[in-house]
């Protein structure tokens, strides 16, 4: 069954506000790394590399917001844009394919390093969240958009337990 006209509309509002109170706060927060967006290309690239296409918020930040560098973490980049430690979301990610874990999936993105080998990662297949959080994979409570909404609330998750603490006064 399609989604209903009014629901899709609805859906398109709280994300294109969404991505305005993200673009603003990436310009506002000084300990936000700035980075381009990334191109059309590049998103090509990367979904032909994984095999899948990103999430639509994902992509959309990417395009309109910046290539990583803000948010929780912060997010991590395309290449062009903001690396961890293991470098952009691409090399990260097949960094992970190669860990001889049973848990992992492969639709699974890690785009926030929090240091010490902890990670958030965006299950493709439904938006949810996972974290990688001592050694094994932990399911959350929240999705990719209330992670957003929550940081740009002042929040940032607890690492594995679905909660949420305040990070900023």
Same mark, same amino acid.
């Given at each position: 069954m399609a989604p209903q006209p009014r629901?899709?509309?609805?859906?398109?509002?709280?994300?294109?506000k969404l991505l305005a109170r993200l673009r603003d706060a990436?310009?506002?927060?000084?300990?936000?790394?700035?980075f381009d967006v990334a191109s059309p290309t590049t998103i090509n690239a990367a979904e032909d590399?994984?095999?899948?296409?990103?999430p639509k918020l994902l992509k959309r930040l990417y395009l309109e917001v910046a290539n990583g560098g803000f948010g929780p973490g912060p997010l991590i980049? $395309?290449?062009?844009?903001?690396?961890?430690? %293991?470098?952009? *979301?691409?090399?990260?990610w097949s960094v992970m394919q190669n860990w001889e874990?049973?848990?992992?999936?492969?639709?699974?993105?890690?785009?926030?390093?929090?240091?010490?080998?902890q990670y958030s990662?965006?299950?493709?297949?439904?938006?949810?969240?996972?974290?990688?959080?001592e050694?094994?994979?932990h399911p959350e409570d929240y999705s990719?958009?209330?992670? $957003?909404?929550?940081?740009?609330?002042?929040? %940032?998750?607890? *690492?594995?337990t679905g909660e949420f603490y305040r990070s900023k006064p």
């Open positions: 629901l899709v509309l609805v859906a398109y509002r709280v994300m294109k990436t310009l506002s927060d000084s300990e936000t790394a700035r590399f994984f095999g899948f296409a990103l980049g $395309l290449p062009g844009g903001y690396s961890s430690s %293991l470098g952009d *979301l691409l090399q990260i874990d049973e848990d992992y999936e492969e639709q699974w993105l890690p785009i926030i390093e929090w240091g010490c080998a990662l965006i299950d493709c297949d439904d938006l949810s969240m996972v974290t990688y959080y050694g094994e994979f990719f958009e209330t992670l $957003l909404s929550r940081w740009l609330d002042g929040e %940032l998750p607890e *690492l594995h």
